[in-house]
């Protein structure tokens, strides 16, 4: 499968929007899904709004964000966010990916991560992220590229009636 990375750029809009929604969907296939999205899909204007505040973050430089592209479409997104500016553990990243469900198991999910964590160095000491335990794949991964545990956190989702705890994971850059 040919794809590339390179930075997010607002022209992604669209594409990172309709992937997004595409969560919902398979969510109804699969209400164990280990992604976390909104109780409700946002509206197309709340979908934007959190696209240009997270782009005025990428030109701020708190936030690191790339995307694999194939046939000039988005199907995967990793970013880094920074914990919190100006306080003392601003050094911290909290790491976040997602791929379209028909690219997923092609190493296009590895090959944003790599990507985003060298680029991270520049910016960050440490990483964070937080994955749902029925992720399997996503954890076997994470720890593959050297990401540890180091808690967790119960009850973190609730979707429905169901809670899923989530595992906590770290990687110093």
């Known amino acids: 499968m040919n794809y590339f990375i390179r930075d997010m750029v607002l022209s992604d809009f669209e594409d990172v929007a ?81 791929i379209n469900e028909k690219f997923r198991n092609f190493g296009i ?8 964590i060298n680029d991270s160095k520049a910016k960050f000491e440490l990483l964070t992220l937080e994955v749902s335990v029925v992720n399997e794949i996503a954890i076997h991964i994470y720890e593959k590229i050297g990401f540890s545990q180091y808690g967790l956190k119960p009850k973190a989702l609730k979707r429905g009636n169901s809670y899923f705890d989530y595992i906590l994971m770290y990687m110093e850059v």
Not at 47 to 75: P, Q, T, W
Not at 109 to 116: E, P, V
Request: net charge negative.
């Open 109 to 116: 999910g590895q090959a944003l991560l790599k990507t985003i």
């Open 18 to 98: 309709k992937n997004y929604y595409l969560r919902y969907e398979e969510l109804k296939f699969n209400p164990k899904l280990g992604v976390s999205v909104k109780k409700e899909p946002p509206t197309f204007s709340e979908e934007l709004d959190f696209f240009v505040n997270l782009y005025k973050r990428i030109i701020d430089g708190d936030v690191l964000c790339k995307v694999a592209i194939i046939d000039d479409n988005v199907v995967g997104i990793v970013s880094v966010q920074r914990l919190a500016k100006g306080y003392e553990h601003d050094h911290i990243g909290i790491l976040g990916v997602d």
